[in-house]
């Protein structure tokens, strides 16, 4: 005789610091989880405080409130078990938590063991690591606990086997790259050939900062098959039944289509937009138009992220601006229904050439000319953002961010980066995916990237062809390959070293752009920290 055993999934997205706003969703939850007869509802790895916290960790008016919300969520907890990820304040320290609350107490309490520091983790700063696995009884079932980076261990996982765990649930906070799903259903399926046992991996949702939290909770039988998902890039209260007579075993639900890449990524980047703008409460954004690929594509995310009436478009030509350009622009807001305000730069451009006494066609004054008309470009967003309070959205991308090829306090201006992670050649990935619907011109995706900062300028005047340029990024920057490697890959030495010493030059303008989403595995922020001043040389 078999019983059904039903799990609430709480892939819900959560304020990283709002821990009354995060304590109400917490609440509703469980409102909701009862009204559907669940036995026990999940949360993610610390929902309740938000992920990462980062140092408000270490603020005792934090810790308090923490405190105070998990006496809250305790009374609330009659005839439901719940299972919360939070922060554990002790003596000894802070340990990265997770729950079992039941009829109006905390029942047992597991600390992650595997505490990651790489990457984009700092947990060793904030958490020390527990020493004893998390084996929960509810009703009978014997569940194994884990949270995120437990789960890319064999030993955690193992214990709880023996320990006779009869199902594994893994709770996590795991930041988005576009090859993470693949990874995490591997290092699923590894634990489950390991242990025999079926998993539950539950996640959240959103962006904080950043970093993306894609969702895509799954189940997986003791075979290692997948049964069960949420789905990515999405809220929801999703159900999951196990089936328990010697073994637990999981209703199989129809499994969703898998999203492609370029699916996956752009999701990702909608999300990041949406949820920075949202938190910080920004009534809308504003991006400047150049008639480039770039800003057209952070244009149509704007719009897919936010809706058209609260994103803000200006062109601002110069006497170097194309009728192309001009054209492209006005054709791009037709499709996307965005009003666009063109305002000229020449009375100001003109007017820096003549209290610098600077002639465009006298050389050498060229980079001085083209960083004027970056600035003064700057200059007019910043104070149209400051009048309005929309946020302004940088249109860099990673090719161009890591070569340096933009101008501080010009073209680098803004709030939020949006394709700061984005290659050039990712760029026009992006934008052929989204242009099912035909808003991208087909001049825009056909003529030659162009800063248009001087008369027939191409960016392959002053840099590697993108199909030499973004492979070479990739293995420097992403894979950390020496410039014999890169060189042993095809290219020449010559291109692969004028790379490297852009790249390398370069570390103090990346530093001062604002941050933007990640969506590889090696973004230029916090998990690739290199030193400004360095006299290092690739070999």
Not at 112 to 120: M, R
Not at 148 to 161: R, T
Not at 169 to 177: E, T, V
Not at 455 to 465: A, C, H, R, S, V
Request: net charge neutral; proline share 5%; charged share 20%.
């Amino acid at each position: 005789m078999s019983t059904i055993f039903r799990i609430a999934v709480a892939q819900l997205n959560f304020l990283v610091g709002d821990i009354k706003g995060n304590t109400q969703i917490i609440l509703d939850s469980i409102q909701k989880a009862k009204q559907v007869s669940a036995d026990l509802l999940i949360f993610p790895e610390l929902a309740l405080s938000g992920y990462p916290s980062e140092d408000l960790l270490l603020r005792e008016d934090f810790k308090n409130q923490i405190q105070h919300a998990l006496k809250i969520i305790q009374k609330k907890s009659i005839d439901i078990a719940i299972l919360l990820g939070h922060p554990d304040f002790s003596s000894k320290g802070i340990y990265n938590a997770a729950s079992l609350i039941e009829n109006k107490k905390i029942v047992s309490t597991y600390h992650k063991q595997c505490l990651p520091n790489y990457g984009v983790f700092d947990e060793y700063r904030y958490f020390i690591p527990g020493n004893a696995g998390g084996l929960f009884t509810i009703k009978g079932l014997h569940i194994g606990i884990l949270i995120c980076e437990d789960l890319w261990y064999s030993q955690p996982a193992s214990i709880l086997k023996e320990n006779g765990a009869q199902l594994l649930i893994c709770i996590n906070a795991s930041p988005f790259d576009y090859i993470k799903a693949k990874q995490r259903l591997k290092v699923t399926t590894d634990r489950i050939k390991e242990t025999n046992l079926p998993i539950l991996y539950v996640h959240g949702i959103g962006g904080q900062d950043d970093l993306i939290f894609d969702g895509g909770s799954q189940a997986l039988d003791a075979k290692g098959h997948l049964v069960a998902e949420a789905g990515f890039f999405k809220e929801t209260l999703w159900l999951v039944d196990l089936k328990i007579n010697s073994l637990a075993q999981f209703v199989p639900q129809t499994l969703l289509s898998q999203p492609l890449t370029n699916e996956i990524i752009y999701k990702a980047l909608i999300l990041g937009v949406r949820d920075y703008v949202n938190k910080n409460h920004f009534p809308g954004v504003l991006i400047g138009l150049s008639g480039g690929i770039d800003s057209a594509l952070v244009l149509a995310i704007a719009v897919d992220a936010l809706g058209k009436d609260r994103v803000h478009a200006v062109f601002l030509p110069s006497r170097y601006t194309s009728k192309l350009s001009q054209h492209i622009v006005q054709a791009l807001v037709n499709k996307l229904g965005v009003h666009v305000n063109t305002l000229s730069i020449e009375p100001s451009f003109s007017a820096f050439l003549t209290t610098l006494n600077l002639d465009p066609k006298h050389p050498p004054v060229g980079l001085a000319i083209e960083n004027i008309q970056a600035r003064c470009r700057a200059i007019i967003l910043m104070a149209l953002s400051n009048q309005q309070g929309h946020l302004l959205l940088n249109c860099t991308n990673k090719s161009e961010l890591a070569v340096g090829y933009g101008t501080l306090y010009g073209d680098m201006v803004g709030g939020f980066s949006v394709l700061k992670d984005v290659s050039k050649t990712r760029v026009y990935q992006l934008a052929t995916y989204r242009n099912s619907e035909h808003i991208f011109p087909s001049s825009l995706m056909t003529r030659p990237p162009s800063a248009e900062l001087f008369e027939n300028q191409k960016d392959e005047d002053t840099l590697p062809p993108y199909d030499q340029l973004d492979p070479i990024l990739e293995l420097y920057v992403e894979q950390d390959k020496s410039i014999d490697d890169i060189v042993k890959a095809g290219f020449t030495r010559e291109v692969a070293q004028k790379v490297i010493n852009l790249v390398n030059k370069n570390e103090y303008k990346r530093r001062q752009l604002a941050l933007g989403p990640r969506i590889t595995p090696r973004a230029f922020g916090r998990e690739r920290r290199y030193p400004i001043t360095s006299g290092f040389l690739s070999s």
